[in-house]
């Protein structure tokens, strides 16, 4: 599986952003993709996850409420919209991948990394 993210970049508190992971690879619809996060000195954070063949949606606290994760009907590339941005959000968004799911919520268990894209809220 292969993962290219693009789509970050400098917006204000209370904008919106939307983030985008081309995915490419062979037996797409067995993997779960999400979203993670990584500010400076902190581990890396689980955001959101979608299951690529039935579409089950999963948030973290934080983004449950502001962010939303989706795929395109090609099932060619995972977004994040992020809405209501505040100074904490601020990190490098990657897009990953795996072949299971239970354990969706920990970096650890993806075997597939995009490279990374940086979000900066600031004023």
């Known amino acids: 599986v292969q993962l290219q993210a693009s789509g970050g970049g400098l917006v204000q508190p209370g904008g919106s952003l939307r983030l985008s992971c081309g995915v490419s690879?062979?037996?797409?619809?067995?993997?779960?993709m999400a979203w993670f996060r990584q500010a400076p000195g902190v581990e890396r954070e689980f955001v959101a996850g979608i299951s690529w063949n039935a579409g089950y949606t999963y948030y973290s606290d934080r983004a449950k409420e502001r962010f939303t994760v989706s795929r395109d009907s090609a099932m060619k590339t995972l977004y994040l919209q992020m809405n209501r941005l505040e100074a904490v959000d601020t990190a490098v968004y990657y897009c990953a991948s795996d072949l299971q799911s239970t354990h969706y919520t920990n970096f650890r268990s993806y075997d597939y990394w995009g490279q990374g894209t940086q979000v900066t809220v600031s004023s």
């Open positions: 690879g062979r037996n797409l619809r067995r993997y779960f």
